[in-house]
């Protein structure tokens, strides 16, 4: 299959074109950089930042992107409604070293939604267009949309694509479900064709994709450019990796025990090293564990037991435990945190 990379212009470039999916919560800088090393996405994103009444100023943004990345571009997801305040906040986070920036329009949170922001701007395409036409006059860098099909159906999705083409986005992110959809499966897939059919900007498609055959079969049957993965790299931090093997003919990464056991050694240093708490720590490691598929033999009792964890000590010997009862000559252990 024809992987080709995705050309933004201005020197940006996702190659390849599988890129992991901004989540809030989620991919904060310190896993997204762990999913990043791990060699795989050709982009990413950070989580929302939601824009209100004032610009975010660029310390605050420079803070959840981290400093630049040479191997690979990561941008600024924006989230808000008046044109002006996002193009003043789009230009901080330039300022802020940014080398693209996305805007948010799937966001399907009520919260937000009340105030006519994220999947809300879907009912008004000449306000989206109008957003997206302020930030890309304001800033030199590409900037991108990110779009769900609609709020309760799809009947506005032709509107809502021409809006982002004409508006001069860089490219464009279908998630292929409405708001009404939130996350349900399966992702509708024949939309993405459609959207194929209005927009000459680079496609890329979103939704359930879980390894290489579903992303090959995006890319064959919708002529989507490229694909975003979300959950599937929590299910695998590898995923991306294991994309960007296939891709290029390579064999897959190997992920055992020892894999999992170092990139937990990992995420527990980094985000000790970032000044958060046992409490935060545990939480964050138990999200990681309540997708995980890959690596270690999590049947529904081990899940139960990881995520009953009281204490970071008590969740690291199950997983020790685990880890020896795969394979106890490829699981050393794990290292003690780094601030011990
Ligand atoms: C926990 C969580 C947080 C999310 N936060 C964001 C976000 O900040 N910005 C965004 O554009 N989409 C966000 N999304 C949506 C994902 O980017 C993606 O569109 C969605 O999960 C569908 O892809 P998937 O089926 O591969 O997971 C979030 C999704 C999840 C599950």
């Given at each position: 299959m024809d992987v080709r990379p995705i050309d933004l212009g201005r020197g940006v470039r996702f190659d390849p074109p599988f890129v992991l999916a901004p989540m809030e919560g989620v991919t904060h800088r310190v896993f997204r950089d762990l999913l990043l090393d791990a060699g795989g996405p050709g982009a990413a994103w950070?989580?929302?930042l939601r824009v209100s009444q004032v610009p975010l100023r660029t310390a605050a943004i420079r803070r959840e992107l981290g400093p630049p990345r040479a191997d690979v571009p990561v941008g600024v997801q924006l989230m808000g409604t008046d044109p002006g305040v996002v193009a003043e906040t789009a230009r901080n986070a330039v300022t802020a070293g940014a080398p693209m920036i996305d805007l948010n329009f799937g966001c399907p949170a009520p919260v937000v939604f009340n105030k006519c922001a994220g999947s809300a701007m879907l009912d008004h395409?000449?306000?989206?267009?109008?957003?997206?036409?302020?930030?890309v006059a304001a800033v030199d860098?590409?900037?991108t949309a990110k779009v769900r099909?609609?709020?309760?159906?799809?009947?506005?999705?032709?509107?809502?694509?021409?809006?982002?083409?004409e508006a001069g986005a860089a490219a464009l992110?279908?998630?292929?479900?409405?708001r009404a959809d939130q996350y349900a499966h399966p992702a509708r897939w024949e939309h993405l064709a459609r959207a194929r059919e209005w927009t000459r900007r680079p496609l890329i498609g979103n939704g359930d994709v879980l390894g290489w055959d579903d992303a090959a079969r995006m890319m064959r049957e919708c002529k989507v450019d490229g694909v975003m993965v979300g959950r599937g790299a929590l299910r695998d931090p590898w995923v991306l990796a294991r994309l960007r093997a296939r891709a290029r003919g390579a064999p897959e990464p190997e992920v055992g025990p020892a894999q999992v056991l170092g990139f937990h050694a990992r995420y527990r240093d980094d985000m000790l090293r970032g000044g958060a708490s046992e409490r935060g720590l545990l939480g964050q490691l138990k999200q990681l564990y309540r997708r995980l598929e890959v690596g270690l033999p999590i049947d529904a009792a081990a899940r139960a037991g990881l995520l009953r964890a009281a204490t970071l000590v008590e969740l690291e010997a199950r997983v020790e435990a685990l880890a020896r009862a795969c394979d106890e000559s490829a699981a050393p252990g794990l290292t003690p945190p780094a601030s011990a």
């Open positions: 950070t989580e929302f395409p000449e306000r989206l267009r109008a957003l997206v036409a302020a930030v860098v590409p900037v099909l609609g709020v309760r159906d799809a009947s506005r999705f032709e509107e809502v694509v021409r809006a982002v083409d992110t279908v998630h292929a479900r409405t």
